[in-house]
């Protein structure tokens, strides 16, 4: 079947601090990877994608390579900032069908 | 400018009656979704529509039900066969098949009692 392990959170550090959010799947097939961030009583933005094995995804420092090796897309970003604060979603998308994470809270505290 | 509306923001039913929530997007897109979060936990699939009069079931579509009768519009209607009604309800569109990302809309927090 289809799934999505996500680190679990929170996840609390301080600004300019190094993040690493991890994600692994499993999937049918060969799925395209996402992430998305939901800001609070928000809906879903895409933060990044890549289609492909070795593909690096980036989008507002943020950073994930497609590791189909080890089935992984991890979420990094060298320097936080007390806005990138809110809930991040690991998401393969396989047929029609995306499956999240339960989602990874973060806070950055100045 | 082109993006998701979900209406409303707030909705408040008693225990016992269906309610329905809004979903209209003007990004063009063939597909739509609707998906349930709550506390502590990822989006669960309950429906989508790949194309107009088309949908399937996702995840957890018992007690919920919706129509495409329209390219624009995927209402969803949460029926009081739904045990545990109270989430936040997010609407999203996809331009169709392949690697396109989900657009999603503001969502609906919908609370019964």
């Known amino acids: 079947g289809n799934s999505v392990t996500q680190m679990e959170g929170p996840v609390t550090l301080s600004e300019e601090a190094f993040l690493t959010i991890n994600c692994t799947y499993t999937?049918?097939?060969?799925?395209?990877l996402f992430w998305y961030v939901q800001y609070p009583g928000e809906g879903l933005q895409l933060l990044l994608k890549?289609?492909?094995?070795?593909d690096k995804g980036s989008n507002k420092g943020f950073e994930a390579t497609y590791r189909k090796e080890t089935t992984s897309f991890h979420l990094e970003k060298g320097s936080v900032q007390v806005s990138d604060s809110a809930v991040y979603f690991c998401?393969?998308?396989?047929?029609?069908?995306?499956?999240f994470g339960t989602g990874t809270s973060l806070t950055v505290i100045p | 400018d082109g993006g998701i509306t979900q209406s409303p923001k707030y909705l408040f039913r008693k225990e016992g009656q269906n309610v329905t929530l809004s979903c209209e997007q003007n990004?063009?897109?063939?597909?739509m979704y609707w998906y349930r979060q709550d506390p502590g936990q990822g989006l669960r699939l309950i429906y989508y529509?790949?194309?107009?009069?088309?949908?399937q079931k996702g995840d957890i579509a018992e007690g919920y039900s919706v129509s495409r009768e329209k390219k624009e519009s995927f209402p969803l209607t949460v029926t009081s066969a739904q045990k545990n009604p109270t989430a936040f309800y997010l609407c999203?569109?996809?331009?169709?098949?392949?690697?396109?990302?989900?657009?999603f809309g503001p969502g609906t927090r919908l609370t019964v009692t």
């Open positions: 999203a569109s996809r331009l169709g098949t392949g690697y396109y990302e989900q657009y």
């Open positions: 999937a049918t097939g060969y799925p395209s």
């Open positions: 890549a289609t492909k094995a070795d």
């Open positions: 998401a393969p998308l396989t047929g029609n069908q995306f499956y």
């Open positions: 990004l063009n897109h063939d597909a």
């Open positions: 529509s790949q194309i107009v009069n088309d949908f």
